[in-house]
DNA sequence: TAAAAATACTCCATAGGTATTTTAT
DNA sequence: ATAAAATACCTATGGAGTATTTTTA
């Protein structure tokens, strides 16, 4: 029964509804003769008979019922993943599932899902927030399809694209919205209020304040942006936001934002995927949703 | 789509389940080269990529993981095919739908369903109750599988099978069991009681008087043996019946029961069914089920 | 005798094998 | 450099066609 095949399964069920060979062999575009051929090798196969050949007419045996009754689920199946292709080729659809860095997700992430449900409304989002090592073990072993991430990941197996530059901005304490202007040397000289280790973010700071984690004394740790704003209102030390931060963090009223003059600190963000991924074609068309939702971030109050 | 084969949705489970093509392969028993061949042209039948592949290992793509899931199923199903096809292939087992005449049913189907439910337990027994004419089309167009009935039936397509004589023994008021002794004259100097139009055993009943119907003209008509009886008891006539029926029939107290001596009448039962019915073979084994039962239904007080 | 299915044979499409190249890590 | 998949090419199986025979009603 190894060797079944599918012609089988519709020639017998055309026959079934025929119960003539001449007539449900031109049915299946066949000769006669293959017809007989190919139920003779059925029912050898089957190891019964599942035909009872009359002169005039071909009927069924119990178990030729049975075989038509089975094949045809059996083939209804088989059209359905026609369906299941034609609604895939169609359009971008689907799941997907998209990793989102912590340092931006709060701030992105609704414009993003909005976004894309106005526009691929067959795409189902699942987001996954992590820092950016999580994102990309996680997409190299297919639990993620897309990431946003800070570049450059230089991860050779998967492509980057980018999106935007992002700058960062100084939070102080209120109180102080009125002296030194921001400026590296300000950095060094005062307590730096950082994420924990593992976020990018916290790299890309120490990264611009010339320092390395092992030199740092006067550092404390949070592991939410918003928790460093509400220290730094503390008057607790300084901190640097990304600016689409700004929108959401900067609305207390102990703090200050400023923005560097001279030599602006900034990253990029972009997304990220494996070059492997066949839907990466689609995937481009997904880049400009997410500049868009950038952009409605920024100019959100 | 229309040409995809059951081969390749086994080829595809494999390799998701190896996520190596070499691997993959060798367990499908076929080689590399071949397997990614197939793969190939599924994916172009589909439309859309179902494999994302790395260098290291193969992934599915959603589609891909669909595509496993469903054709999962269908296999399952088509492996049960197997299964059907075997239990069918073990023994004599199914429905078997058994005509019967009623100048037989009542006393003959109690017994053959005990043997046949005893013998083979995996058949189930479909009994209808008809003339012989209509069981004979019910035959001929594949409403039943086999009928007991009086032979000959002489129908070409229909396979005969002797099973036993059944002589007829006449009827009588109980006051007559003294008189004359059972002869043809008898009957035809008497009213004869006879079934309706149709019914094998009435024209066995005349062509034994050597009569036929149109000479007929005192003859009353009843549609069961058992009224019969009873018309006969209340002294409208008299009847023969089947020997088979003298257990059930002869019980009452107003008739009495005489066999013929010099040339009993006797009609032949047998078994017929379509000589095309595949199930021919195993119908053979039945014959001394119902030879059995027969020998009971005698035996019977 | 006529209609229908089975057989005989032939051919071609294609599944599969081997050898090799390309690709990706 | 190496492992793995794709490609090229060849072979052989088997599905399907035509012509014919056998069967059965």
């Not at 100084?170 to 060094?188: G, I, M, Y």
């Not at 997410?290 to 952009?295: D, E, L």
Request: aromatic share 4%.
């Amino acid at each position: 029964m190894k060797n079944l095949t599918l012609k089988q399964l519709r020639y017998l069920i055309a026959l079934s509804q025929h119960q003539h060979f001449g007539r449900a062999a031109s049915a299946c575009a066949i000769s006669q003769p293959a017809l007989s051929v190919q139920m003779k090798e059925l029912e050898a196969m089957v190891g019964a008979p599942l035909l009872e050949r009359g002169g005039r007419q071909v009927n069924l045996t119990l178990l030729g019922e049975e075989f038509v009754q089975r094949g045809q689920s059996i083939l209804a199946a088989v059209d359905e993943l026609s369906d299941v292709a034609q609604s895939a080729n169609d359009a971008f659809s689907g799941r997907l599932r998209l990793g989102i860095i912590p340092t931006i997700a709060p701030y992105l992430l609704p414009s993003i899902t909005t976004q894309i449900q106005a526009n691929f409304p067959t795409v189902q989002l699942q987001p996954r927030e992590a820092i950016t090592s999580t994102l990309v073990t996680d997409l190299l072993e297919h639990r993620l399809d897309m990431a946003v991430v800070a570049l450059p990941v230089s991860e050779p197996a998967l492509e980057e694209f980018a999106l935007f530059d992002e700058a960062f901005v100084l939070v102080r304490p209120l109180k102080d919205a009125e002296k030194s202007p921001p400026s590296q040397d300000l950095l060094n000289a005062s307590r730096l209020l950082l994420l924990e280790e593992g976020h990018c973010f916290r790299d890309q700071a120490l990264s611009f304040c010339a320092l390395d984690g092992t030199k740092l004394h006067e550092v404390m740790e949070g592991n939410s942006l918003s928790t460093l704003v509400q220290m730094v209102g503390a008057g607790l030390g300084l901190t640097l936001i990304p600016e689409m931060a700004i929108a959401l963090e900067g609305r207390g009223n102990t703090t200050c934002i400023q923005r560097f003059d001279d030599i602006e600190p900034k990253r990029t963000i972009g997304l990220v995927w494996r070059r492997t991924n066949p839907m990466s074609a689609q995937f481009a068309s997904l880049k400009d949703i997410v500049v868009q939702a950038n952009a409605l971030a920024i100019a959100a109050p």
